[in-house]
Every structure is written in C-alpha cells, then in structure tokens.
C-alpha cells in the first residue's frame, strides 16, 4: 500500500514550510501569488488531500465558523450568509452555514459544542433558546449573538441594531410624512425578540405622538413572508381597521402587504404608507419602491467575525488565530450596530 502524500512532501517539493502549504491549502491570503502557484503545482502533481479531520481530533484550530441561521428563504439571512462567507475567507476562515428552521434543539447543540465537527466559534440568530440556555452553556465555543437579545452571558456577545429606536424612527418618519393612524405588522409572542422590542418601539413612539394605543393596530402574524404580509393586511381591510400607514417587521412582511393593499383598491402612498426593515434587494424593486430600515451590514459582520474570532483572524497581519474569551476577542457585551431609515416611494406622504 502506498504511503501518503504529507504536508511535509509537497512542501519540500515546492520549496516552502510547510505552514505555507498550509496557508495555500485554507486559502488565507498571506502568500504570494508565484508561491501559491508552486505550492498548488506540488500539491496536484503529489496529489496530496488535506487530512483536515486528523487536524480537528488533535484538538487543533479549525478555521471554521458554525453560521446557524432560522432560513435561507429570507433575502436578509441569505445577504447575511454570503457577506459573512467573503469576509470570513479575507482572515482565513471558512464558513459553515446550518439551518435551524427554528427547532431548538439544533440551536441547543450548537451553542453547547454538541456537533459532529468541530469549530472554532458559533455565530447564530436564535429563535428558540431560552435566555437560560445560553448562561448554562457550559463549555461550549466563542459564542455571538446575532439579531436576539438574549440574557448576556460571560463570553457572548450581542450584535444588533438597536430595534426599539429604530422603529420608532419609523413612526416619527411617518408622522413627518402627514400619516396618522399607523399600525405594526408583525405582532407575535410575548418573549423577547427582535419583533417584541420593535413593537415596543412603534408603541413608545406613537404614545409621543399623541397617537392612541389600539390593540386592533398590532396585527399578529404567523411568520416573517410576503403571503403573511399580505393575509394580515387583508384580514385588516375586512376587519374595517381605520390605518393609513403600515410599520413592518421585515421587508418580507411589507412586500405582502403591498400586495394586499392592491388587491384591496388602496393606493401606495397616497392611502396608506409603508415602511419595511432589512433594506433587502427587493425593497428597491417593489411597485412603489419600499422604504426601509437599513443595518449597516459591513459593521455588522465585522463585529461579529472580532467578536468570534479576534480583530485579524488568523495568520494574517496583525492575526493572532482563533480565540476565545481573554484571547483577543471581546469576552462578551453588546455591539450596537449603525442603521439607517432609506425613504422611498412607499411613505412618500398620503394623498392631500
């Protein structure tokens, strides 16, 4: 049976350490193009393969971060997959993504290290963990919070826009725009979330603007997409609900209700404004164009990445590898992303 191929062989036969044939075989960009190509050449002409999973039982860094996202099907969390994936790959990392699809106990195993390879930090957007779950991790990897406010715990970090105050820039937007009787799309359980504390803004701002609280404006949906986005504001229209604007808790959620409000004869906006949330690439492209709450996405996955695995990543400038808590990345906390209200045609004022 023939020997195989080392890391040791290609790199005495392309001339190099062989850290750099590592380098070479993660795709970090510390190596120089013409050193590359020798390496790569040795590497085809051995036809040496990676042994990463000997790598993961010595216990050694893996330059994998777990993405643990609810969906794909929503445009945001697609975005989000793809800029954490390229910017990943920049320190020298590669990205993992596992779909929750908001069962628990996928949520529960990663957060506590319980998955069948190992990694060297969890990025998740929770939807079913209990605040107490994430205190009583245990020893589970780096871990960052992204999107829910959860109880904080030592070595977690939140990242997040600032939900409350940015939806009630969307009400005061309105307001400023002549509406009056604004409702919130997108109620829904009693924990906290990211749909809670927009709700919870929409509420504090129209009681400031003397705008009367009105169970009857809180339409509850069932998930965050276009078709409850439309039902909800049918249901409202047959319901003889008296709104002229709509603050929505997603861009999904508005684009149905677009869609609904055509169906029902309402005009967009000169009867009833809209305002979504994401500033996903369909926003721009609806009929009318979608104002939205836009988070600063590069803010945002910078965050996250200095918070999972430290300012620099791996081997590159100023990188110090994978870290945890004391290691370089923040041991825990709450990171406040920027955002921004991108006014469109859809809250362009009602008709006068």
Known sequence: ????????????????????????????????????????RAISELGYVPNTIGRELRGGPTHTIALVLPELSNPYFAQLAQMLHVAAKERGYTVSVELSLGRGEVERAHVRGRISRPVDAVVISPEALD???????????????????????????????????????????????????PVFLGGESEQRSAGTDRLAGFRAACRASGI???????????????????????????????????????????IGALAGLRESGLDVPGDVGVVGWDDTPGARHAHPALSSIAPDLDDLIAATLDAAIGPGGSEGPGG????????????????????RLVARESSAGPRR
Request: proline fraction near 6%.
């Open 1 to 40: 049976m023939a020997r195989r191929v080392s890391i040791k062989d290609v790199a005495k036969a392309a001339g190099v350490s062989w850290k750099t044939v590592s380098n070479v075989v993660n795709d970090r960009p510390v190596v120089r193009p013409e050193t590359r190509e020798r390496v790569e």
């Open 131 to 181: 605040p107490v779950e994430i205190r009583d991790r245990g020893d589970g990897p780096p871990l960052v919070l992204l999107g829910e406010h959860l109880l904080s715990a030592e070595g977690v970090t939140h990242v997040a826009v600032d939900n409350v105050e940015a939806s009630a820039d969307v009400v005061r937007h309105l307001v400023e725009r002549g509406y009056r009787r």
């Open 212 to 254: 009367a609280s009105d169970p009857e404006r809180i339409a509850h949906v069932g998930a965050w997409d276009m078709a409850e986005g439309r039902r909800a504001v049918l249901d409202l229209v047959q319901r003889g609900v008296a709104f002229d604007a709509i603050s929505a808790a997603n861009d999904q959620l508005a």
């Open 320 to 339: 110090s590898g994978p870290c945890g808590p004391g290691e370089g990345a923040p041991g825990g906390g709450e990171h406040v992303v920027p955002y």
